[in-house]
């Protein structure tokens, strides 16, 4: 009795590991993180009233120094990487180098928008993406600070077992020395903050396929945060604001597509800091960052149930021998 179980299952078995394997030739894993700051302002309150004043920020603060650096980096599948940095003055245009690698149609460099046709976004391909560019005053008319992050695994490109992952993780900061001056208004103090409309898409996926199976691990988790601090002549925090958004996608029956966060015109605006004449350093920090793994079900499993075939079969041929 035994014995014709094992003939008659091990056939069963065998076609299902080999099923199991062919099933997620569409699985993938992805992680896409877009933020653009559009237009980073600096509103005045001349008499500390809590109202913005239409006066030009430059009659009452200065800028005296500071740097701006872009940062991007893209690794894919372990051993490909891509990368690069660019350095500007205080109010330069610091554009880092375009990376991307794996398949790269469809993106380009500073050429990607909240418009999701403009971002790669594509769980079915191999990929990994970044991108960050910063220009323009706060001062006038307005900074503007774009991190993109975008990676993906498609489940087609490892079958048969293996590993393969991307990370991916840009920086934008600007640290400026502003001068307050109090000549023009014979008050001890003024107050200002800081405006922002921003664009913002975060999504991780682990396809269901995945997070179903057992025997298939994926991971994937996008991130975008915008940060904004002044500090005093002493090196005291007199202002933090910020934002963030953080996808984590999970491997688990019914969770790898739980969360997508996506703003569209959404308006940052900081409390009011009342300063005295003096020099207070302000420091930008803007980032995205995406990672995704993905590891098939063993090739072992496959040979496993190529094997239990072989044996079912020899079995059925002793039979009829």
């Not at 065998?14 to 199991?20: E, H, I, R, T, V």
Request: include cysteine; aromatic fraction near 6%; charged fraction near 15%.
């Amino acid at each position: 009795m035994k014995k014709n179980f094992v003939k008659t299952m091990a056939p069963f078995i065998g076609l299902s590991a080999l099923a199991m394997v062919s099933a997620h030739t569409n699985a993938g894993v992805m992680a896409t993180s877009y933020l653009n700051v559009s237009a980073l302002l600096l509103e005045i309150d001349v008499n500390n009233d809590g109202i913005a004043d239409q006066v030009n920020p430059l009659d009452y603060v200065s800028i005296t120094g500071g740097q701006r650096t872009t940062q991007t980096n893209a690794t894919l599948q372990g051993a490909n990487t891509a990368s690069g940095v660019a350095l500007a003055g205080t109010l330069g245009t610091s554009d880092a180098a375009f990376s991307c690698l794996g398949d790269c149609s469809g993106v380009s460099e500073n050429g990607n928008t909240y418009d999701l046709d403009t971002l790669k976004n594509d769980i079915t391909s191999t990929y990994a993406v970044s991108d960050a560019l910063i220009e323009g005053s706060a001062l006038g008319g307005g900074a503007t600070g774009q991190t993109y992050a975008d990676t993906a695994m498609s489940g087609a490109s490892t079958t048969g077992g293996g590993t393969a992952g991307s990370i991916i993780t840009n920086n934008v900061f600007a640290d400026l020395l502003i001068q307050v001056n109090k000549d023009l208004l014979g008050e001890d103090t003024i107050s200002f903050r800081f405006v922002a409309i921003y664009d913002l898409f975060v999504d991780a996926i682990i396809s269901e396929d995945i997070a179903d199976d057992p025997l298939l691990t994926g991971l994937a988790s996008a991130s975008a945060s915008f940060s904004l601090d002044v500090n005093d002549e002493s090196g005291a925090e007199v202002l933090s604001a910020g934002i963030e958004e953080t996808d984590f996608a999970r491997d688990q029956p019914g969770r790898g597509n739980q969360n997508i966060f996506e703003v569209d015109n959404g308006a940052f605006v900081t409390d009011w800091l009342e300063v005295n004449d003096g020099e207070y350093q302000l420091e930008i920090l803007q980032s995205s960052s995406a990672q995704v793994n993905y590891v098939p079900a063993p090739a072992s499993l496959a040979l496993f149930g190529l094997g239990l075939v072989g044996l079912g079969a020899a079995a059925r041929r002793k039979r009829t021998a």
